[in-house]
């Protein structure tokens, strides 16, 4: 009898439409394989803590209960978990921001909601006149506070709304350029054991090689400046032909300091663009900017 997969994901909407594309992305290349879906419900969803849900389902993996998993990659620690491997990035979607709102354009005074503190200064940076409250909560609670009229908007990544289906919400999207997203924001990672070689091998064929060169340069710009997924970090890497262009920005909390910082170099060696940025940054002064996080 062949083995079942036993595939751990959060309980949100979100999470679960993310790991039913996965499941359904590998089930087509992988016919031969059988899936069982796990639903979890973590500390994270009862506190809102990116690192409490993941830290949960990667202790799921490491105890066997679990045989892989999909997370949101902005939510991952920088650095990889001992034992736990990314075995996959299937191609990403779009890593933008949006704004949905219940009136466009947003007016000076308007009470603008999120939780990312990447965001908030972003905003400020953007609109100082703008009131920035900070709200916690999955997509749908996120909704529900423009819709109870608590917020006048809020920020949400592109691709979460383009994955529940909900693009019609959209209000506005929001330029790449002035709003640098997290890192890895937009892709899935694929997680399993080291040792799981047969397992790692199957997922091999949703790995996507463009996607995984631009999100192992973010990501290796977060874990060199010893940042996690709730700092004023922002930084996008993008893949043309033979060509990694990363950029990376360091906010202040009140968006009126930036550092940002550009490279170009070969998508096999994503790790030496992503220490070119990070020299750059530390010269204009990141790291004074992350203290206050630390």
Not at 14 to 27: E, K, M
Not at 52 to 74: M, Q
Not at 91 to 102: F, K, L, M, S, T
Not at 234 to 259: C, I, Y
Request: hydrophobic letters at 40%; proline letters at 5%.
């Amino acid at each position: 009898m062949s083995r079942v997969y036993r595939v751990g994901t959060r309980s949100s909407p979100l999470a679960r439409a993310q790991t039913d594309l996965v499941v359904r992305r590998l089930w087509r290349t992988r016919r031969e394989l059988s899936f069982e879906i796990v639903p979890m419900t973590t500390a994270g969803d009862r506190r809102a803590a990116a690192a409490d849900f993941t830290g949960t389902i990667e202790r799921a993996l490491r105890a066997r209960h679990i045989d892989l998993a999909v997370h949101s990659t902005k939510d991952l620690p920088a650095r990889d978990t001992p034992g736990l491997v990314i075995a996959a990035y299937p191609r990403r979607a779009d890593p933008g921001e949006c704004v949905v709102a219940r009136h466009w354009p947003l007016r000076s005074g308007a009470r603008v909601g999120s939780s990312s503190v990447r965001r908030r200064a972003q905003l400020r940076r953007w609109r100082p006149d703008l009131r920035i409250w900070e709200i916690h909560g999955n997509v749908g609670t996120r909704l529900e506070h423009v819709r109870s009229k608590t917020v006048d908007a809020v920020v949400l990544a592109r691709a979460g709304l383009e994955r529940l289906h909900e693009t019609a919400r959209i209000t506005a999207r929001l330029p790449v350029a002035r709003f640098l997203p997290s890192p890895g924001q937009g892709a899935l990672a694929v997680q399993t054991r080291r040792e799981e070689r047969s397992l790692r091998k199957a997922l091999r064929t949703i790995d996507d090689r463009a996607t995984r060169a631009a999100v192992e340069s973010e990501r290796a710009v977060a874990e060199m400046l010893g940042a996690n997924c709730n700092l004023p970090l922002g930084s996008l890497g993008r893949v043309r032909g033979d060509r990694l262009t990363l950029r990376a920005e360091v906010l202040s909390a009140d968006g009126r300091r930036t550092v940002a910082a550009e490279a170009i170099g070969s998508p096999r060696s994503p790790r030496s663009v992503a220490r070119r940025v990070v020299a750059d940054l530390n010269r204009g002064g990141a790291q004074t900017l992350l203290a206050p996080y630390r």
